[in-house]
């Protein structure tokens, strides 16, 4: 079945689904799985947690994060991405009881306040522009229980040459200005302004990367 996709003003990546997990690795520099483990310790997750990945892609961190949950106990991950295509990847590739996947956008989240424990996000925030990096935080916020945490990993003001050398490329080969907000460093600042404690950065990854954890106040 097709999923059709959400009309968003985020630059969403259909036409990548069939061939993603092949190139993210090589965009991670053959990282990837000590970045997901950074931003998995981050989370801490916690056998009975409900949590949420924005920007899911195919899902990926999402499958890893369900093993550690129990469904036993409620643990479940709902991955959501603007992309029909990335969405039914996902399903197909890592679909299980307690690891779903829904077409959502994540400025508008179909989530009652308070559904989840946690909220993660890797590699989406530099996808979006300003008012849909401020709309979605505020969502994090709203469904994310008092005391709920939130971790997200994305291109920050670069600290090193060849940081500054790839955010740079990226934002002009791409045509995307999204990225230059990133460049600026806003997230941090957006985080505080829709709620979340002033945010700790856990890691940083090839000059370009942060990993921000922070919580919504209980
Ligand atoms: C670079 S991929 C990151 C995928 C995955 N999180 C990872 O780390 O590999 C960014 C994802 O954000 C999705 N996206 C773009 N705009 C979106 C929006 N407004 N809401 C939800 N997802 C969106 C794209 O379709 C794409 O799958």
Redesign the pocket.
């Known amino acids: 079945m097709t999923i059709p996709s959400i009309p968003?003003k985020?630059?969403?990546?259909d036409y990548a689904a069939p061939v993603y997990d092949l190139l993210?690795p090589l965009c991670l520099l053959n990282k990837q799985a000590a970045y997901d483990q950074t931003l998995i310790q981050a989370l801490a997750p916690q056998p009975g947690d409900m949590i949420l990945d924005?920007?899911?892609?195919t899902g990926?961190?999402c499958q890893k994060i369900s093993a550690l949950l129990d469904p036993a106990q409620g643990g479940c991950i709902t991955g959501?991405?603007?992309?029909g295509a990335?969405i039914e990847a996902a399903r197909e590739k890592r679909g299980a009881p307690n690891c779903r996947f829904e077409a959502m956008?994540?400025?508008q989240l179909a989530f009652e306040d308070g559904s989840f424990d946690a909220v993660i996000s890797?590699?989406?925030y530099h996808?979006?522009p300003l008012e849909?990096k401020q709309q979605s935080l505020h969502e994090a916020f709203r469904v994310l229980k008092p005391g709920g945490r939130l971790v997200i990993a994305d291109m920050d003001k670069p600290t090193t040459l060849l940081g500054a050398l790839v955010s740079h490329a990226s934002r002009w080969l791409f045509m995307q200005p999204q990225i230059a907000e990133n460049i600026r460093g806003v997230l941090p600042e957006l985080m505080v302004e829709a709620g979340f404690l002033p945010p700790q950065r856990a890691a940083h990854f090839f000059g370009y990367i942060s990993v921000f954890t922070t919580i919504k106040p209980a």
């Open positions: 968003t985020g630059r969403t990546l993210e924005l920007g899911c892609g990926l961190l959501i991405d603007a992309a990335m956008a994540a400025e890797s590699l989406f996808h979006v849909l």
